[in-house]
């Protein structure tokens, strides 16, 4: 779906009310869990240091809750922030080419171990891709943390498939801002733990 103007937030949710028992739109479910690549889709995986240490982990954590990794200005989701568990359905909403495209999405599985936060979602009829994106935090034995972006996609709006240079143009444009957003929100969130430290 499509619209010239800022979607409201009466829409959104008629929206979601719509796709949220609908079956997922491609078949290859959970694919971002393996190594391997997906055939026919285009597959990428980007990746960026957060930080080191604890401080650095625990802000990446809270960065994943909070659905940081949307840089906002252009792309967000609704409604948000939403609890990360599986099957909770959200949309996506980007301004690309002079319109706002709303998108559906659920999240598949969710990971929360020792050293690995975050969750894949897939896309539902009414995402003009079909596939399926992992956003993840991770800290290495090394204490390094890092944003890992992982996704397989491919065009299913005819839009999209027409536009299909713009359309990856913007998928590459939000992997930047989102590794800016991300960061940011790090860096921030270490400076306010180093200083409540400070004066405790």
Known sequence: MFKLSRPTDRLLLNFLNEQKTLPFS??????????????????????????????????AREAIKQWKMFPGAWAYVHPAPLPIETDVVVSMVARVAGMWWINACRIVYVL?????????????PGHVEKGEELFMVEKLPDGQVQYVIKAFSKPRHWMARFGYPLARFHQRRFVADSKRSMLAFVERNEEVLHRTNHLS
Not at 36 to 46: A, F, G, H, K, T
Not at 112 to 121: I, L, M, P, R, V
């Open 26 to 59: 491609y078949h290859e479910v959970n694919g971002t869990k393996g190594d391997e690549r997906i055939p026919s889709y285009d597959n990428d995986l980007n990746v960026q240091v957060l930080g080191n240490g604890e401080k650095a982990w625990q802000a």
């Open 112 to 124: 929360d171990t020792e050293n690995k936060f975050g969750f894949a979602y897939g896309t539902l």
